[in-house]
């Protein structure tokens, strides 16, 4: 890529040199010529000046003294020299001077000016300058030379920023090249910086976003693993031993109950199913709303029993209907996470209770507690079913832009779910 950039802008600066240098070159060339001519066409005025009227009765003409090299000779208007150096007949590309017209002369070896001397309207003399190509050419080749330095000035700087704005690019390039090779063995965690490289830029910001949804992907897939693992075990416990109970006891009335209880468990079953793989599609954000007391009457359901074969009482209280602004999926099961805690962990009464606080809707879980028996750990991260859930549903009341607190209570462990209520529900202490 660097390579490439650089032979872009080599091909571009010598395109340039060559487009803007060659008609400069030829400029400079005609320029040089014609500065030699009228230097010659001044010398010849001069040598005009001391040619008189008497020239053609044959007076001689004092000439003034010429540079070496310089050739200045007075011509007859019949072209033959008559004083000074210069060839014996004067050129026909001069002759025109013969006629009262300056004239010029530039060929291989000379640079020749020849300038018309009169009197009384009438061509009495002609006035030759001749000097070598030399000076000329010198002038001309260091004029040239000083133009190429120019160039190779002008070529230097182009190739010194295009090295420059080549590694500007190609580090960007790199680094994307580095991260989309991370992304394909499996590191999702890496992310690239902006690099003021409008284009590149969005490009990173493509890959850091799939990357972003690679990760909350796996990450969602091993939340359901957890979730799956911890969520479905309890219903499928209690199940089970609904049904061996009624097996064992032999009683066709209590076989039916057992079958009745069992359809219902299932019921709830599918509903947590359905519930943990919304969860685990990402679909667990803060969603139109519910009724509180619905979700609650769920939960009285599904564990009022349970509880009551283990002689805990289940109690319910709503202060008022409410309403919350918050997935009804992942309400009910940060509420099945916290009452299975309860259920585990805690003894004597469990009480659910629902009230209004400060703009948000409640829900207390409180039970009884165990002597000496710490509180919940909600930071908890380790994978022992006894620590799982908490976390989980902490992390789930975040998602849905509550909080999940546990504080001491009168009655033994409480722990309270904070969910913002819906707007039309007025705020409460």
Same mark, same amino acid.
């Given at each position: 890529?660097?390579?490439?950039?650089?032979?872009?802008? =080599?091909?571009?600066?010598?395109?340039? /040199?060559?487009?803007?240098?060659?008609?400069?070159?030829?400029?400079?060339?005609?320029?040089?010529?014609?500065?030699?001519?009228?230097?010659?066409?001044?010398?010849?005025?001069?040598?005009?000046?001391?040619?008189?009227?008497?020239?053609?009765?044959?007076? #001689?003409?004092?000439?003034?003294?010429?540079?070496?090299?310089?050739?200045?000779?007075?011509?007859?208007?019949?072209?033959?020299?008559?004083?000074?150096?210069?060839p014996e007949v004067l050129e026909a590309s001069l002759q025109g001077a013969a006629r009262g017209r300056a004239s010029t002369s530039t060929t291989g070896s000379l640079l020749a000016d020849a300038v018309p001397v009169t009197y009384g309207e009438r061509v009495i003399a002609v006035v030759r300058v001749s000097t070598p190509w030399t000076s000329a050419r010198q002038r001309?080749?260091?004029?040239?030379?000083?133009?190429?330095?120019?160039?190779?000035?002008?070529?230097?700087?182009?190739?010194?920023?295009?090295?420059?704005?080549?590694?500007?690019?190609?580090? &960007?390039?790199?680094?994307?090249?580095?991260?989309?090779?991370?992304?394909?063995?499996?590191?999702?965690?890496?992310?690239?910086?902006?690099?003021?490289? #409008?284009?590149?830029? /969005?490009?990173?910001?493509?890959?850091?976003?799939?990357?972003?949804?690679?990760?909350?992907?796996?990450?969602?897939?091993?939340?359901?693993?957890?979730?799956?693992?911890?969520?479905?075990?309890?219903?499928?416990?209690?199940?089970?031993?609904?049904?061996?109970?009624?097996?064992?006891?032999?009683?066709?009335?209590?076989?039916?109950?057992?079958?009745?209880?069992?359809?219902?468990?299932?019921?709830?079953?599918?509903? %947590?199913?359905?519930?943990?793989?919304?969860?685990?599609?990402?679909?667990?954000?803060?969603?139109?709303?519910?009724?509180?007391?619905?979700?609650?009457?769920?939960?009285?359901?599904?564990?009022?029993? &349970?509880?009551?074969?283990?002689?805990?009482?289940?109690?319910?209280?709503?202060?008022?209907?409410?309403?919350?602004?918050?997935?009804?999926?992942?309400?009910?099961?940060?509420?099945?996470?916290?009452?299975?805690?309860?259920?585990?962990?805690?003894?004597?009464?469990? %009480?659910?209770?629902?009230?209004?606080?400060?703009?948000?809707?409640?829900?207390?879980?409180?039970?009884?507690?165990?002597?000496?028996? #710490?509180?919940?750990?909600?930071?908890?991260?380790?994978?022992? #079913?006894?620590?799982?859930?908490?976390?989980?549903?902490?992390?789930?009341?975040?998602?849905?832009?509550?909080?999940?607190?546990?504080?001491?209570?009168?009655? =033994?462990?409480?722990?309270?779910?904070?969910?913002?209520?819906?707007?039309?529900?007025?705020?409460?202490?």
């Open positions: 890529m660097r390579r490439r950039i650089l032979a872009v802008a =080599g091909s571009a600066v010598l395109l340039a /040199v060559l487009v803007l240098g060659l008609p400069l070159g030829f400029a400079i060339r005609q320029n040089v010529v014609a500065d030699e001519h009228a230097e010659l066409e001044h010398l010849a005025l001069r040598a005009g000046l001391a040619v008189s009227p008497s020239f053609v009765s044959g007076d #001689p003409a004092e000439l003034p003294a010429s540079e070496p090299g310089v050739a200045l000779g007075v011509y007859q208007p019949s072209g033959h020299r008559a004083a000074g150096t210069g001309i080749w260091l004029s040239w030379a000083g133009l190429a330095g120019l160039g190779l000035l002008a070529a230097g700087c182009a190739l010194a920023l295009a090295a420059w704005q080549s590694r500007r690019l190609t580090r &960007p390039l790199t680094e994307l090249e580095t991260a989309a090779r991370r992304l394909g063995d499996g590191d999702f965690s890496h992310r690239l910086e902006p690099s003021s490289v #409008p284009e590149i830029d /969005v490009a990173g910001a493509a890959l850091n976003r799939t990357a972003r949804r690679l990760e909350d992907t796996i990450e969602r897939e091993r939340t359901f693993n957890a979730r799956a693992s911890h969520q479905l075990r309890t219903p499928l416990t209690q199940l089970r031993l609904e049904l061996e109970t009624a097996l064992a006891s032999a009683d066709p009335a209590r076989l039916r109950t057992a079958a009745e209880s069992s359809i219902a468990a299932a019921d709830r079953l599918e509903q %947590t199913i359905d519930d943990v793989l919304a969860l685990a599609r990402g679909s667990d954000g803060p969603g139109t709303g519910f009724e509180v007391e619905a979700v609650l009457e769920e939960c009285r359901a599904q564990w009022a029993g &349970p509880l009551a074969a283990e002689d805990r009482p289940f109690q319910l209280v709503l202060e008022e209907p409410l309403r919350a602004a918050a997935s009804l999926t992942a309400t009910r099961q940060i509420l099945h996470v916290l009452l299975d805690n309860a259920y585990r962990h805690g003894t004597g009464r469990v %009480t659910v209770r629902a009230r209004p606080s400060s703009g948000a809707v409640a829900i207390d879980v409180i039970d009884q507690g165990r002597p000496g028996h #710490p509180g919940p750990d909600l930071d908890a991260t380790d994978d022992s #079913p006894a620590h799982l859930g908490l976390p989980m549903a902490r992390s789930l009341a975040v998602g849905q832009g509550g909080r999940l607190l546990h504080a001491d209570d009168p009655l =033994g462990t409480r722990l309270t779910l904070l969910l913002p209520a819906s707007p039309g529900d007025p705020p409460r202490e």
